[in-house]
């Protein structure tokens, strides 16, 4: 079965996480198809949005812990890499992205999440940033961005769950879902109120560029405080020890 459903409807790129038995966690084939779907809208002249969504019960549960204790900490780092190209592909796409998220969305699903322009929350959904308790340092800036410095390093130090209406109230959502949003229908279009653009791509992406003093600087601290993180020794020790206690609970 493949991992995501791709398809161009009237210049909206609808792209749905499909791994809904593992909560669409980022197996490293989903992320390189991730990359791809979006690449493939942003070569697109006539796209001018991209809608993300989860199948099943959650949004993107993270990073997907399967084949952990036969992972080295050198093919883990590969992993975290890729899904930071990923992230930073989203963040910076010359055209309109937004996610729509429902049931969990945690660690880099969440990430994800933050780095769409858009961010659209059902009633049900929560989010949560644990990567710092396995010491990975993956798109803090961006969450920081999003609901200023304070608050991300609160949520993300403490672990915290935030369901939909405090990720309203603090910009983290930029908008609740009038409906249930299953993306596995087409009520998820029904329900998900896309205006026209008042302004073309070139303009738009000018725009978001000028609005987060985008740069390419900025790009690189993001990646190097991933690998600074993620290259100390033990990663995969970390990795397990936090599945660990997560299956205890």
Same mark, same amino acid.
Request: proline letters at 2%; aromatic letters at 4%.
């Given at each position: 079965?493949?991992?995501?459903?791709?398809?161009?409807?009237?210049?909206?790129?609808?792209?749905?996480?499909?791994?809904?038995?593992? /909560?669409?966690?980022?197996?490293?084939?989903?992320?390189?198809?991730?990359?791809?779907?979006?690449?493939?809208?942003?070569?697109? &002249?006539?796209?001018?949005?991209?809608?993300?969504?989860?199948?099943? %019960? @959650?949004?993107?549960?993270?990073?997907?812990?399967?084949?952990?204790?036969?992972?080295?900490?050198?093919?883990?780092? @590969?992993r975290?890499? %890729?899904? !930071?190209?990923?992230?930073?592909?989203?963040w910076?796409?010359?055209? *309109?992205?937004?996610?729509?998220? @429902? /049931?969990?969305?945690?660690?880099?699903?969440? &990430? $994800?999440?933050?780095? +769409?322009? #858009?961010?659209?929350?059902?009633?049900?959904?929560?989010?949560?940033?644990? /990567?710092?308790?396995?010491?990975?340092?993956l798109?803090?800036?961006?969450?920081?961005? *999003?609901?200023?410095?304070?608050?991300?390093?609160?949520?993300?130090? !403490?672990?915290?769950?935030?369901?939909?209406?405090?990720?309203?109230?603090?910009?983290?959502?930029?908008?609740?879902?009038?409906?249930? +949003?299953?993306?596995?229908?087409?009520?998820?279009?029904?329900?998900?109120?896309?205006?026209? $653009?008042?302004?073309?791509?070139?303009?738009?992406?000018a725009?978001? #560029?000028?609005?987060?003093?985008?740069?390419?600087?900025?790009? &690189? +601290? &993001?990646?190097?405080?991933?690998?600074?993180?993620?290259?100390?020794?033990?990663?995969?020790? *970390?990795?397990?020890?936090?599945?660990?206690?997560?299956?205890?609970r």
């Amino acid at each position: 079965m493949a991992e995501i459903s791709f398809e161009l409807v009237n210049s909206v790129g609808w792209i749905v996480l499909n791994r809904p038995t593992r /909560g669409n966690a980022l197996s490293a084939s989903l992320v390189e198809d991730l990359i791809e779907a979006v690449q493939t809208c942003i070569d697109n &002249d006539t796209v001018h949005t991209v809608v993300i969504a989860g199948a099943g %019960r @959650h949004f993107c549960t993270g990073f997907d812990l399967d084949g952990l204790d036969q992972s080295t900490d050198a093919d883990l780092l @590969h992993r975290f890499v %890729r899904i !930071e190209r990923l992230l930073d592909l989203v963040w910076r796409a010359p055209l *309109r992205t937004v996610a729509v998220a @429902h /049931g969990r969305a945690i660690g880099a699903g969440a &990430d $994800l999440c933050v780095a +769409c322009d #858009q961010r659209v929350l059902t009633a049900d959904a929560s989010v949560r940033f644990p /990567g710092a308790g396995f010491g990975i340092v993956l798109g803090s800036r961006r969450l920081g961005l *999003r609901v200023g410095e304070t608050r991300a390093l609160q949520w993300v130090s !403490e672990g915290l769950t935030i369901d939909s209406k405090l990720a309203l109230e603090t910009g983290l959502a930029s908008q609740l879902a009038a409906d249930e +949003c299953d993306a596995v229908t087409d009520r998820i279009r029904s329900a998900l109120p896309l205006p026209e $653009l008042a302004v073309d791509r070139q303009s738009y992406a000018a725009l978001k #560029q000028a609005i987060r003093s985008a740069s390419q600087e900025s790009a &690189d +601290c &993001d990646l190097a405080a991933l690998v600074r993180s993620a290259s100390r020794p033990g990663l995969q020790q *970390r990795l397990l020890a936090y599945r660990d206690r997560h299956a205890r609970r």
